[in-house]
């Protein structure tokens, strides 16, 4: 098993294609996307990443673009100071980098022992005993071994070889947006949160232009990904009475060119491959912004290509790597409540949870 095709270019997609040369593999990575991806919204390399990412020797490049944010402001929504709390990036060897960075360089990290197809996509694949057919969009067909989907939630190759979205992709009830603000963060080490029940807007400090991030729940059922200007719509219509700083940052929505937007959800599979076809990454087990998806999708892109390397197999993998996600995902409600509480009382308890309790 030598030719493994990957589908997906983010986060697990250069991870386990490093692994896999270092495995003496042959992967090729299709990625959608002509070149660096938008959405930079900041990601931990954490816990089981952190080994990984040492053995790559990419922690300096980490360092060099991490995020400074080392203290949480809890602000009211009319931007009133509610609490401070300390933010475990910059203690130890975590870091905190936008998500298109730590793609980046696990990226420079892969490049040069893997084939990389830029604005590509697999429409087809057909797969038997030894291998999968795979049909792109742009390259001819070809045939391999082994086929990967770290292509994200939306996954083509979870769709293509497992079934529709709907049967393995649940809302969490809450609607995420990001933005770069423009211009650079004000106060370079913290991370503002302003906060109202049901709702959230953040600033979140970079090294070049802050990020925003809006985080809230909302009854709609039903948007068009592909939609921009009802994106827009969407969050301007949940934030439209709101003060502090969100008449500016929605005016700044109304203009960007750049907002990512996407329901809050959770991924969930009985098995994680099919055959010749594997899920990794959020393709398998999304916790979004919820969990630590980026450090998992590190973790178990290494599980995946040892277990493959030294003869542990696909059982391994699964059974390693869910154990580790397992947790998050069930305690995904509790998160979802902490981060953006529903009522007035809730707000109030998860505010003096964080004044009595600094490092929560
Ligand atoms: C707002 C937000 C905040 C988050 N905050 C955190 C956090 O603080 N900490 C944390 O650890 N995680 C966080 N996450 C989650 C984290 O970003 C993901 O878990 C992580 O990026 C998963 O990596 P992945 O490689 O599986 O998927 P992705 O990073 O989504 O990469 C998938 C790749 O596949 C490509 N692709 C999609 N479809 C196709 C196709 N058909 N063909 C080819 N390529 C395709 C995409 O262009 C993309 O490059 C957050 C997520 C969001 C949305």
């Not at 003060?243 to 994680?272: H, I, K, N």
């Not at 290509?305 to 542990?312: E, F, I, P, R, V």
Request: aromatic share 6%.
């Amino acid at each position: 098993m030598n030719e493994v095709l990957i589908s997906g270019a983010g986060v697990a997609g250069p991870a386990l294609a490093y692994w896999l040369a270092r495995n003496g593999f042959r992967p090729t990575v299709v990625e959608r996307s002509a070149g660096a991806r938008s959405s930079g919204n900041p990601v931990d390399v954490r816990g089981p990443a952190l080994p990984v990412a040492r053995a790559m020797g990419i922690m300096p490049r980490l360092r060099e673009v991490a995020t400074r944010a080392t203290r949480m402001r809890i602000l009211s929504g009319t931007g009133k100071p509610v609490a401070t709390l300390r933010l475990p990036a910059g203690k130890g060897d975590e870091v905190e980098v936008p998500r298109t960075d730590l793609a980046g360089v696990l990226y420079e990290a892969a490049r040069e022992h893997a084939e990389f197809l830029f604005d590509d996509t697999i429409t087809a694949l057909d797969q038997d005993e030894h291998g999968v057919d795979v049909t792109f969009e742009h390259a001819p067909p070809r045939r391999f071994d082994l086929l990967i989907g770290a292509d994200g939630v939306h996954s083509t190759v979870r769709r293509l070889a497992f079934g529709p979205e709907r049967k393995f992709v649940r809302p969490a009830g809450l609607f995420v947006a990001t933005m770069p603000l423009g211009e650079p963060p004000e106060h370079p080490h913290d991370l503002l949160v302003s906060s109202t029940p049901g709702r959230l807007v953040s600033i979140h400090p970079s090294r070049g232009d802050a990020l925003v991030a809006f985080v809230f729940r909302s009854s709609i059922v039903d948007f068009d990904h592909r939609n921009p200007v009802q994106h827009k719509q969407i969050v301007t219509d949940a934030y439209a009475d709101l003060g502090w700083r969100v008449p500016e940052l929605l005016a700044r929505v109304a203009d960007t060119t750049d907002l990512y937007f996407d329901a809050v959800s959770v991924v969930d599979l009985p098995s994680w491959s099919t055959g010749r076809v594997v899920l990794l990454g959020d393709a398998a087990s999304c916790v979004s912004l919820l969990g630590d998806g980026s450090s998992f999708a590190i973790a178990g892109a290494h599980t995946l290509a040892t277990a493959l390397a030294d003869g542990g197999g696909l059982a391994r993998y699964e059974t390693v790597h869910r154990a580790r996600v397992r947790p998050k995902q069930r305690g995904i409600n509790r998160s979802a409540a902490m981060l953006v509480p529903k009522t007035r009382l809730g707000l109030a308890t998860r505010n003096l949870a964080a004044r009595v309790w600094p490092g929560l």
